[in-house]
Protein backbone atom coordinates (compact mmCIF):
# COMPACT_ATOMS: atom_id res chain seq x y z
CA UNK A 1 0.00 0.00 0.00
CA UNK A 2 0.72 3.88 -0.37
CA UNK A 3 0.08 6.59 1.70
CA UNK A 4 1.24 8.78 3.88
CA UNK A 5 1.55 6.75 6.89
CA UNK A 6 3.33 3.92 4.99
CA UNK A 7 5.60 6.66 3.62
CA UNK A 8 6.67 8.18 7.07
CA UNK A 9 7.49 4.91 8.72
CA UNK A 10 8.73 3.35 5.37
CA UNK A 11 6.18 0.23 6.14
CA UNK A 12 3.68 -2.11 3.52
CA UNK A 13 1.04 -1.71 5.41
CA UNK A 14 -0.89 1.05 8.08
CA UNK A 15 -1.68 -1.16 10.17
CA UNK A 16 -0.48 -0.58 13.90
CA UNK A 17 -0.49 -2.44 16.53
CA UNK A 18 -0.76 -1.22 20.20
CA UNK A 19 0.58 -4.18 22.58
CA UNK A 20 1.86 -4.67 26.15
CA UNK A 21 3.67 -7.36 24.81
CA UNK A 22 6.78 -7.65 22.85
CA UNK A 23 6.10 -10.85 20.77
CA UNK A 24 3.06 -8.72 19.06
CA UNK A 25 5.43 -5.84 18.86
CA UNK A 26 7.67 -7.78 16.85
CA UNK A 27 5.59 -9.38 14.75
CA UNK A 28 3.52 -7.14 13.66
CA UNK A 29 6.19 -5.26 12.51
CA UNK A 30 7.59 -8.35 10.39
CA UNK A 31 4.14 -8.73 8.88
CA UNK A 32 4.86 -5.15 7.21
CA UNK A 33 2.61 -2.80 9.67
CA UNK A 34 3.95 -0.81 12.87
CA UNK A 35 4.17 -2.62 16.54
CA UNK A 36 4.11 -0.02 19.08
CA UNK A 37 4.88 -1.23 22.84
CA UNK A 38 2.46 -0.26 25.78
CA UNK A 39 5.16 0.55 28.18
CA UNK A 40 2.73 2.37 30.80
CA UNK A 41 4.78 2.66 34.22
CA UNK A 42 7.75 0.73 33.31
CA UNK A 43 11.09 0.98 35.77
CA UNK A 44 13.97 1.70 33.75
CA UNK A 45 15.40 -1.90 33.83
CA UNK A 46 11.87 -3.40 32.36
CA UNK A 47 12.47 -0.63 29.90
CA UNK A 48 16.03 -1.50 28.88
CA UNK A 49 15.18 -4.96 29.09
CA UNK A 50 11.95 -5.13 26.56
CA UNK A 51 13.72 -2.81 24.28
CA UNK A 52 17.00 -4.77 24.24
CA UNK A 53 14.91 -7.63 23.23
CA UNK A 54 12.87 -6.38 20.37
CA UNK A 55 16.24 -4.83 18.67
CA UNK A 56 17.19 -8.68 18.93
CA UNK A 57 14.08 -9.68 17.54
CA UNK A 58 12.88 -7.27 15.25
CA UNK A 59 15.64 -7.62 12.26
CA UNK A 60 15.41 -3.72 11.48
CA UNK A 61 11.38 -2.81 10.97
CA UNK A 62 10.28 0.06 12.77
CA UNK A 63 8.25 0.08 16.19
CA UNK A 64 7.47 2.48 18.61
CA UNK A 65 6.59 2.67 22.58
CA UNK A 66 3.25 4.23 24.12
CA UNK A 67 3.65 5.99 27.39
CA UNK A 68 1.54 6.92 30.22
CA UNK A 69 3.35 10.60 31.05
CA UNK A 70 1.51 11.76 34.08
CA UNK A 71 0.93 15.74 34.40
CA UNK A 72 -0.04 15.48 37.79
CA UNK A 73 2.25 13.58 39.95
CA UNK A 74 0.42 10.80 42.95
CA UNK A 75 2.05 11.17 46.09
CA UNK A 76 0.47 8.13 48.55
CA UNK A 77 2.85 9.70 51.01
CA UNK A 78 2.89 7.63 54.55
CA UNK A 79 -0.31 5.55 53.57
CA UNK A 80 2.38 4.11 51.27
CA UNK A 81 2.16 0.51 51.47
CA UNK A 82 -0.89 -0.37 54.31
CA UNK A 83 -3.92 -1.14 52.06
CA UNK A 84 -6.12 -0.40 55.42
CA UNK A 85 -5.43 2.85 55.50
CA UNK A 86 -4.94 3.48 51.42
CA UNK A 87 -8.51 2.32 50.62
CA UNK A 88 -11.43 3.47 51.88
CA UNK A 89 -12.87 0.70 54.48
CA UNK A 90 -16.31 0.37 52.71
CA UNK A 91 -14.54 0.09 49.21
CA UNK A 92 -11.91 -2.27 50.74
CA UNK A 93 -14.77 -4.62 52.77
CA UNK A 94 -16.58 -4.83 49.23
CA UNK A 95 -13.93 -6.33 47.34
CA UNK A 96 -12.96 -8.88 50.04
CA UNK A 97 -16.35 -10.11 51.28
CA UNK A 98 -17.17 -10.21 47.61
CA UNK A 99 -14.69 -12.79 47.11
CA UNK A 100 -14.65 -14.29 50.58
CA UNK A 101 -18.07 -15.03 49.46
CA UNK A 102 -17.58 -16.63 46.27
CA UNK A 103 -14.75 -18.80 47.98
CA UNK A 104 -12.01 -17.35 46.23
CA UNK A 105 -9.16 -17.73 48.71
CA UNK A 106 -7.45 -14.95 49.78
CA UNK A 107 -3.30 -14.69 48.89
CA UNK A 108 -0.62 -14.79 51.80
CA UNK A 109 -0.52 -11.81 53.74
CA UNK A 110 3.13 -11.54 52.78
CA UNK A 111 2.14 -11.94 49.03
CA UNK A 112 -0.64 -9.85 49.12
CA UNK A 113 1.17 -6.95 50.81
CA UNK A 114 4.83 -7.30 48.31
CA UNK A 115 1.74 -6.72 45.48
CA UNK A 116 0.41 -3.48 47.08
CA UNK A 117 3.49 -1.99 48.30
CA UNK A 118 4.94 -2.65 43.99
CA UNK A 119 1.97 -1.29 42.80
CA UNK A 120 2.08 1.88 44.83
CA UNK A 121 5.45 2.31 43.52
CA UNK A 122 4.21 1.83 40.25
CA UNK A 123 1.69 4.56 40.31
CA UNK A 124 3.76 6.77 42.99
CA UNK A 125 5.69 7.57 39.21
CA UNK A 126 6.88 10.76 38.80
CA UNK A 127 7.36 13.40 35.78
CA UNK A 128 10.89 13.03 36.69
CA UNK A 129 10.82 8.94 36.24
CA UNK A 130 8.65 9.45 32.91
CA UNK A 131 11.17 11.49 31.44
CA UNK A 132 14.07 8.76 32.53
CA UNK A 133 12.39 5.87 30.98
CA UNK A 134 11.63 8.13 27.79
CA UNK A 135 15.27 8.97 27.41
CA UNK A 136 16.46 5.45 27.79
CA UNK A 137 14.05 4.60 25.36
CA UNK A 138 15.16 6.81 22.96
CA UNK A 139 18.92 5.35 23.10
CA UNK A 140 17.11 2.61 21.12
CA UNK A 141 16.00 2.28 17.15
CA UNK A 142 12.32 3.88 18.61
CA UNK A 143 10.70 5.58 15.35
CA UNK A 144 7.47 6.77 17.28
CA UNK A 145 6.17 7.93 20.47
CA UNK A 146 2.93 7.62 21.33
CA UNK A 147 1.41 9.84 24.37
CA UNK A 148 -1.53 7.75 25.93
CA UNK A 149 -3.04 10.29 27.81
CA UNK A 150 -2.83 14.19 27.01
CA UNK A 151 -1.08 16.08 24.83
CA UNK A 152 3.25 15.85 24.66
CA UNK A 153 5.04 17.96 26.05
CA UNK A 154 6.63 20.62 23.78
CA UNK A 155 9.87 19.11 25.64
CA UNK A 156 9.32 15.60 24.48
CA UNK A 157 8.35 16.67 21.06
CA UNK A 158 11.50 18.84 20.19
CA UNK A 159 13.47 15.91 21.41
CA UNK A 160 11.71 13.02 19.64
CA UNK A 161 12.37 15.22 16.46
CA UNK A 162 15.75 16.18 16.80
CA UNK A 163 16.20 12.76 16.89
CA UNK A 164 13.97 11.89 14.16
CA UNK A 165 11.00 10.37 16.24
CA UNK A 166 7.60 11.05 15.17
CA UNK A 167 5.47 11.89 18.49
CA UNK A 168 1.81 10.96 18.27
CA UNK A 169 -1.27 10.80 20.45
CA UNK A 170 -4.89 9.03 21.54
CA UNK A 171 -8.18 11.29 20.93
CA UNK A 172 -11.50 10.94 21.82
CA UNK A 173 -12.51 14.25 20.48
CA UNK A 174 -12.29 16.62 17.97
CA UNK A 175 -10.85 19.26 20.18
CA UNK A 176 -8.03 16.86 22.25
CA UNK A 177 -7.09 15.91 18.59
CA UNK A 178 -6.87 19.67 17.94
CA UNK A 179 -4.44 19.76 20.68
CA UNK A 180 -2.93 17.45 20.02
CA UNK A 181 -2.26 19.39 16.45
CA UNK A 182 -1.08 22.90 18.29
CA UNK A 183 1.28 20.17 20.84
CA UNK A 184 3.46 19.34 17.32
CA UNK A 185 2.68 15.31 16.58
CA UNK A 186 3.11 14.38 13.63
CA UNK A 187 -0.34 12.82 13.26
CA UNK A 188 -3.17 11.88 16.10
CA UNK A 189 -5.16 8.62 16.97
CA UNK A 190 -8.52 8.87 17.14
CA UNK A 191 -10.14 5.89 19.73
CA UNK A 192 -14.14 5.49 19.14
CA UNK A 193 -15.59 4.16 22.36
CA UNK A 194 -15.79 0.71 20.77
CA UNK A 195 -12.17 0.38 21.67
CA UNK A 196 -10.64 -1.85 24.36
CA UNK A 197 -9.20 -0.10 27.76
CA UNK A 198 -9.59 3.57 28.20
CA UNK A 199 -12.34 5.31 26.09
CA UNK A 200 -14.91 8.02 25.16
CA UNK A 201 -18.22 7.56 24.25
CA UNK A 202 -18.69 8.16 20.74
CA UNK A 203 -18.34 5.68 18.16
CA UNK A 204 -15.59 5.43 15.93
CA UNK A 205 -18.39 5.71 12.44
CA UNK A 206 -19.17 9.55 13.99
CA UNK A 207 -15.34 10.45 15.25
CA UNK A 208 -12.90 9.50 12.77
CA UNK A 209 -14.37 11.81 9.86
CA UNK A 210 -14.64 14.55 12.33
CA UNK A 211 -11.23 14.18 13.66
CA UNK A 212 -9.49 14.06 9.99
CA UNK A 213 -11.95 17.51 9.25
CA UNK A 214 -10.55 19.07 12.22
CA UNK A 215 -7.01 18.37 12.04
CA UNK A 216 -6.34 18.16 8.02
CA UNK A 217 -3.97 18.02 6.14
CA UNK A 218 -2.40 15.48 9.80
CA UNK A 219 -2.94 11.91 8.88
CA UNK A 220 -5.33 10.37 11.55
CA UNK A 221 -4.96 7.09 12.36
CA UNK A 222 -8.68 5.14 13.34
CA UNK A 223 -8.78 3.17 16.01
CA UNK A 224 -11.75 1.69 18.18
CA UNK A 225 -13.58 -1.34 16.61
CA UNK A 226 -11.27 -2.56 13.88
CA UNK A 227 -10.04 -6.24 13.77
CA UNK A 228 -10.90 -7.01 10.19
CA UNK A 229 -10.76 -5.63 7.13
CA UNK A 230 -14.03 -4.34 6.00
CA UNK A 231 -13.59 -2.10 9.24
CA UNK A 232 -9.83 -0.93 7.93
CA UNK A 233 -11.74 -0.41 4.62
CA UNK A 234 -14.35 1.51 6.59
CA UNK A 235 -11.78 3.49 8.63
CA UNK A 236 -10.19 4.24 4.86
CA UNK A 237 -13.04 5.65 3.50
CA UNK A 238 -14.01 7.96 6.65
CA UNK A 239 -10.37 9.84 5.15
CA UNK A 240 -8.13 7.79 7.83
CA UNK A 241 -4.42 6.98 6.69
CA UNK A 242 -4.57 3.26 8.66
CA UNK A 243 -5.80 1.90 11.56
CA UNK A 244 -5.04 1.28 15.72
CA UNK A 245 -5.92 -2.01 17.18
CA UNK A 246 -5.31 -3.25 20.51
CA UNK A 247 -7.82 -5.93 20.79
CA UNK A 248 -7.62 -8.60 17.87
CA UNK A 249 -3.89 -9.24 19.00
CA UNK A 250 -5.42 -10.34 22.12
CA UNK A 251 -6.34 -13.91 20.13
CA UNK A 252 -3.25 -14.50 18.80
CA UNK A 253 -0.71 -16.86 20.23
CA UNK A 254 1.53 -14.40 20.72
CA UNK A 255 -0.92 -12.42 23.06
CA UNK A 256 0.29 -12.30 26.96
CA UNK A 257 -3.45 -13.09 28.38
CA UNK A 258 -3.57 -16.53 30.30
CA UNK A 259 -5.56 -19.76 28.27
CA UNK A 260 -8.33 -18.87 30.74
CA UNK A 261 -9.03 -15.50 30.14
CA UNK A 262 -8.79 -16.20 25.96
CA UNK A 263 -11.11 -18.91 26.36
CA UNK A 264 -13.66 -16.56 28.18
CA UNK A 265 -13.02 -13.77 25.30
CA UNK A 266 -13.99 -16.53 22.40
CA UNK A 267 -17.02 -16.80 24.45
CA UNK A 268 -17.96 -13.15 24.81
CA UNK A 269 -20.33 -11.29 22.80
CA UNK A 270 -19.82 -7.90 21.42
CA UNK A 271 -21.84 -6.45 24.83
CA UNK A 272 -19.56 -8.11 27.31
CA UNK A 273 -16.80 -5.98 26.21
CA UNK A 274 -18.67 -3.61 29.01
CA UNK A 275 -17.30 0.59 29.99
CA UNK A 276 -16.57 0.15 33.68
CA UNK A 277 -14.79 2.55 36.05
CA UNK A 278 -14.58 -0.57 38.28
CA UNK A 279 -10.80 -1.79 37.12
CA UNK A 280 -9.08 1.60 36.89
CA UNK A 281 -11.39 4.72 38.34
CA UNK A 282 -11.64 5.48 34.59
CA UNK A 283 -14.23 4.32 31.50
CA UNK A 284 -12.18 1.35 30.56
CA UNK A 285 -13.88 -1.36 28.37
CA UNK A 286 -12.89 -4.63 29.65
CA UNK A 287 -14.54 -8.34 29.56
CA UNK A 288 -17.44 -8.45 31.57
CA UNK A 289 -16.99 -10.17 34.95
CA UNK A 290 -18.67 -10.88 38.47
CA UNK A 291 -16.43 -7.91 39.79
CA UNK A 292 -17.73 -5.16 36.88
CA UNK A 293 -21.16 -6.27 37.61
CA UNK A 294 -21.09 -6.29 41.53
CA UNK A 295 -20.22 -2.07 41.35
CA UNK A 296 -23.37 -1.77 39.13
CA UNK A 297 -25.67 -3.45 41.53
CA UNK A 298 -28.10 -1.22 44.35
CA UNK A 299 -26.17 -0.69 47.39
CA UNK A 300 -22.76 -1.18 45.58
CA UNK A 301 -20.45 1.78 46.79
CA UNK A 302 -19.02 4.75 44.51
CA UNK A 303 -15.96 3.14 42.65
CA UNK A 304 -12.87 5.22 43.84
CA UNK A 305 -10.87 7.75 41.76
CA UNK A 306 -7.91 6.92 39.57
CA UNK A 307 -5.12 5.30 40.73
CA UNK A 308 -6.94 4.39 44.11
CA UNK A 309 -9.49 2.22 41.77
CA UNK A 310 -6.78 0.44 39.94
CA UNK A 311 -4.34 -0.52 43.03
CA UNK A 312 -7.82 -1.82 44.89
CA UNK A 313 -8.54 -4.61 41.80
CA UNK A 314 -5.28 -4.99 41.23
CA UNK A 315 -4.01 -5.44 44.72
CA UNK A 316 -7.08 -6.85 46.52
CA UNK A 317 -8.74 -8.84 43.79
CA UNK A 318 -6.91 -9.63 40.04
CA UNK A 319 -3.92 -11.73 40.98
CA UNK A 320 -6.47 -13.51 43.69
CA UNK A 321 -8.83 -14.62 40.83
CA UNK A 322 -6.15 -15.06 38.31
CA UNK A 323 -4.50 -17.30 40.76
CA UNK A 324 -7.45 -19.23 42.08
CA UNK A 325 -8.41 -19.14 38.12
CA UNK A 326 -12.15 -18.28 38.96
CA UNK A 327 -13.62 -17.68 35.44
CA UNK A 328 -16.66 -15.80 36.84
CA UNK A 329 -14.19 -13.42 38.34
CA UNK A 330 -11.45 -12.94 35.39
CA UNK A 331 -11.71 -9.82 33.60
CA UNK A 332 -9.23 -8.16 30.74
CA UNK A 333 -9.11 -4.90 28.93
CA UNK A 334 -11.11 -6.00 25.52
CA UNK A 335 -12.97 -4.03 22.99
CA UNK A 336 -16.88 -4.68 21.50
CA UNK A 337 -14.87 -7.10 18.32
CA UNK A 338 -14.47 -9.49 21.09
CA UNK A 339 -17.76 -10.61 19.73
CA UNK A 340 -16.00 -11.80 16.68
CA UNK A 341 -12.80 -13.24 18.53
CA UNK A 342 -13.80 -16.80 18.42
CA UNK A 343 -10.61 -18.98 18.38
CA UNK A 344 -6.41 -18.40 18.46
CA UNK A 345 -4.64 -17.43 15.71
CA UNK A 346 -1.00 -15.87 14.61
CA UNK A 347 -0.02 -12.07 14.55
CA UNK A 348 0.81 -13.14 10.64
CA UNK A 349 -2.41 -14.30 9.92
CA UNK A 350 -4.56 -11.37 11.74
CA UNK A 351 -2.46 -9.17 9.38
CA UNK A 352 -2.99 -11.15 6.08
CA UNK A 353 -6.60 -11.84 6.78
CA UNK A 354 -6.86 -8.17 7.29
CA UNK A 355 -5.20 -7.44 3.80
CA UNK A 356 -7.13 -9.93 1.75
CA UNK A 357 -10.41 -8.75 3.31
CA UNK A 358 -9.54 -5.00 2.80
CA UNK A 359 -9.20 -5.91 -0.66
CA UNK A 360 -12.53 -7.88 -1.27
CA UNK A 361 -13.63 -4.94 0.04
CA UNK A 362 -12.38 -2.81 -2.34
CA UNK A 363 -13.06 -4.71 -5.43
CA UNK A 364 -16.82 -4.86 -4.24
CA UNK A 365 -17.04 -1.03 -3.36
CA UNK A 366 -15.50 -0.37 -7.05
CA UNK A 367 -18.40 -2.79 -8.71
CA UNK A 368 -20.79 -1.05 -7.29
CA UNK A 369 -19.32 2.97 -7.32
CA UNK A 370 -18.08 1.94 -10.77
C1 LIG B 1 -5.47 -4.89 26.79
C2 LIG B 1 -5.44 -3.45 26.37
C3 LIG B 1 -4.61 -2.56 27.08
C4 LIG B 1 -4.53 -1.23 26.68
N1 LIG B 1 -3.66 -0.39 27.34
C5 LIG B 1 -3.40 0.84 26.81
C6 LIG B 1 -2.33 1.66 27.32
O1 LIG B 1 -1.64 1.30 28.28
N2 LIG B 1 -2.08 2.83 26.68
C7 LIG B 1 -2.82 3.24 25.59
O2 LIG B 1 -2.51 4.28 25.01
N3 LIG B 1 -3.86 2.51 25.13
C8 LIG B 1 -4.14 1.31 25.69
N4 LIG B 1 -5.15 0.54 25.15
C9 LIG B 1 -6.00 1.08 24.06
C10 LIG B 1 -5.32 0.93 22.70
O3 LIG B 1 -4.28 1.86 22.55
C11 LIG B 1 -6.30 1.20 21.54
O4 LIG B 1 -6.75 2.53 21.61
C12 LIG B 1 -7.51 0.29 21.47
O5 LIG B 1 -7.17 -1.03 21.77
C13 LIG B 1 -8.11 0.37 20.05
O6 LIG B 1 -9.35 -0.25 19.96
P1 LIG B 1 -9.57 -1.84 19.79
O7 LIG B 1 -9.33 -2.39 21.14
O8 LIG B 1 -10.97 -1.95 19.33
O9 LIG B 1 -8.58 -2.33 18.78
C14 LIG B 1 -5.29 -0.78 25.57
C15 LIG B 1 -6.13 -1.67 24.90
C16 LIG B 1 -6.21 -3.00 25.28
C17 LIG B 1 -7.13 -3.92 24.51
Known amino acids: MKNAMCEMFGIEVPIFAFSHCRDVVVEVSKAGGFGVLGMARMSPERVREELRWIDAHIEGRPYGIDVLMPTTYQDFGGHKFDAEQLFPRRQLEFVRTMLDEAGVPPLPPDEAHAIETALVSQFNFTPQESAEMIEIAMEHPIKLIVNALGSPPPSLVERAHARGIKVAALAGAPKHALRHKQAGCDFVIAVGTEAGGHTGHVTSMVLWPRIVDAVAPLPVLGGGGVGRGRQMAAALALGCEGVWCGSVWLKTAQSEVTPEIKAKMFEAGSEDAVLTRSVTGKPCRTLRSRFTDAWDEPGAPETLPAPLQAILWWGQGRTRVERARVKDFLTYP ?37
Open 334 to 370: VGQIVGDMTEETSVRQVVYEMMSELVEAKDRLNGVVG
